[in-house]
């Protein structure tokens, strides 16, 4: 059964600061992972997509990277704002059986400015 | 633009009270899901459509119905059976490759 962790649950960093959030995940047959933003009391908005075959996918400052053979994904975030602040969650979907998806409990983000 | 529309964003139940949350999408997806955000929890599958006028049980449909009449449609109802509806609820849709969802706004369901 997959499962999906994400460490820490909460990080506060300084503004400019580069950062790392990680993924992990128990089954590496997966058939893609996805990284969404969530701000208080709103839906997800996807920010990388990363398919199976690929090793890391890049949007402006954000760049998300995958290795199934360890189980991980990480979302790096250069250069960090105030409006950076959010909760970040994975997304693992994995196709055998049928397709589906198990969400992380994300991990809030706190930039101070 | 392409997207999910959620209604209503705030809805209030009293007890013994059924509801129901809307959710449209115009981006021809497929799929369409429905989730429950819980404080410090992750998402929660509640019921899943592949296609119109088929759909699935989640891992916590008990006291939950949905229908898919038509393709951008896929409501939500909450029924009394549900004994701790106050949530957050989101509605998802996927598309084809490269497979990924696409979220609404989400509607926030508080028991009076």
């Known amino acids: 059964k997959q499962e999906v962790t994400q460490i820490p649950a909460a990080l506060s960093v300084p503004e400019g600061e580069n950062l790392v959030l990680n993924c992990s995940f128990t089954d590496s047959a997966i058939y893609n992972l996805q990284w969404f933003r969530q701000d208080p009391g709103k839906g997800l908005t996807s920010l990388l997509l990363?398919?199976?075959?690929?090793r890391e996918q890049t949007s402006g400052r954000l760049n998300a990277s995958l290795d199934k053979s360890s189980g991980r994904s990480t979302l790096y975030i250069a250069a960090s704002q105030p409006g950076d602040s959010a909760t970040y969650l994975c997304?693992?979907?994995?196709?055998?059986?049928?397709?589906?998806?198990?969400f992380g409990a994300g991990t809030r983000l706190f930039v101070k400015a | 633009d392409g997207g999910i529309t959620q209604s209503p964003k705030y809805l209030f139940r009293k007890e013994g009270q059924n509801v129901t949350l809307s959710c449209e999408q115009n981006?021809?997806?497929?799929?369409m899901y429905w989730y429950r955000q819980d404080p410090g929890q992750g998402l929660r599958l509640i019921y899943y459509?592949?296609?119109?006028?088929?759909?699935q049980k989640g891992d916590i449909a008990e006291g939950y119905s949905v229908s898919r009449e038509k393709k951008e449609s896929f409501p939500l109802t909450v029924t009394s059976a549900q004994k701790n509806p106050t949530a957050f609820y989101l509605c998802?849709?996927?598309?084809?490759?490269?497979?990924?969802?696409?979220f609404g706004s989400g509607t926030r369901l508080t028991v009076v």
């Open positions: 997304a693992v979907s994995t196709s055998t059986g049928g397709f589906k998806t198990i």
């Open positions: 459509s592949q296609i119109v006028n088929d759909f």
């Open positions: 981006l021809n997806h497929d799929a």
């Open positions: 990363i398919q199976s075959s690929q």
């Open positions: 998802a849709s996927r598309g084809m490759e490269p497979r990924g969802y696409t």
